[in-house]
C-alpha cells in the first residue's frame, strides 16, 4: 500500500478532525487555526525518518493536545495578577470550581470532558480488581466494607486494591494536570 501524501491525508481528515476540534472548542476560527497547526505539525513530523505509522491515532492525539494547549493559554491569560505559582492550593481549588461548578461554559465542558475521558482510559487500564474496587468505593459509593461484601474479598484486600489504583490513576493523569496547568 503506498504511502498517502501530507495533502491527501488533509483531504481525507480535514472535516472529520474539524468537527471533533469544533466539538471541544467553541469559536469556529479557533478550531480551524487549531487544524490548521496539527496538519503543519503532521507535514514536518510525517517527512522524518520515523514515519507515522497510524496517521488517524496521531492526528487526533494531536488535536487533543493542540486543544488542551488552546484552554492552556486561555486560563494563563486569565489568571489574577496576583496569583503565585508555589500556591498549589489555589491550583487544585480552580480544577475542583470547573470539574464539580455548576458554571457551563463551552471552556468548563471541554475541560470536564477531558478529565473524564482521561480517567476512563486510565480506569480501563487498572487490573479488573483494582477497577472494581475503586468503580464500586468512588463512583457507586460503596462503603469499603460494602465493597468487600460485593466482591467476597476481605475488607484488607479491598483497601490495598483501592490504594493501588488510586496510586495508579495519580500517577497517569499527572500528565493532563502538567498539560492543562503548564507545569
Request: proline share 3%.
Amino acid at each position: 500500500m503506498a504511502k498517502k501524501s501530507a495533502a491527501e491525508t488533509f483531504t481525507g481528515y480535514k472535516q472529520k478532525l474539524l468537527n471533533f476540534i469544533r466539538s471541544r472548542v467553541n469559536q469556529i476560527e479557533d478550531a480551524e487555526d487549531i487544524l490548521q497547526d496539527v496538519f503543519y505539525q503532521f507535514s514536518r513530523v510525517d517527512n522524518l525518518v520515523n514515519p507515522i505509522e497510524n496517521t488517524s491515532a496521531w492526528l487526533y492525539r494531536a488535536a487533543k493536545n493542540k486543544i488542551i494547549d488552546h484552554y492552556k493559554k486561555k486560563k494563563d491569560e486569565s489568571l489574577p495578577a496576583s496569583y503565585d505559582e508555589d500556591e498549589d492550593e489555589y491550583i487544585i481549588d480552580e480544577i475542583a470550581d470547573i470539574i464539580y461548578g455548576k458554571e457551563t461554559t463551552p471552556e468548563t465542558e471541554m475541560f470536564r470532558s477531558l478529565v473524564f475521558e482521561e480517567i476512563q482510559t486510565a480506569l480501563a487500564d487498572l487490573p479488573p480488581e483494582q477497577r472494581e474496587v475503586f468503580e464500586l468505593t468512588e463512583l457507586n459509593d460503596y462503603s469499603v466494607k460494602e465493597a468487600a461484601k460485593k466482591t467476597n474479598t476481605p475488607v484488607n484486600t479491598v483497601l490495598s486494591r483501592k490504594h493501588y489504583a488510586v496510586k495508579f490513576l495519580r500517577k497517569r493523569l499527572e500528565e493532563l494536570y502538567a498539560d492543562v496547568m503548564g507545569v
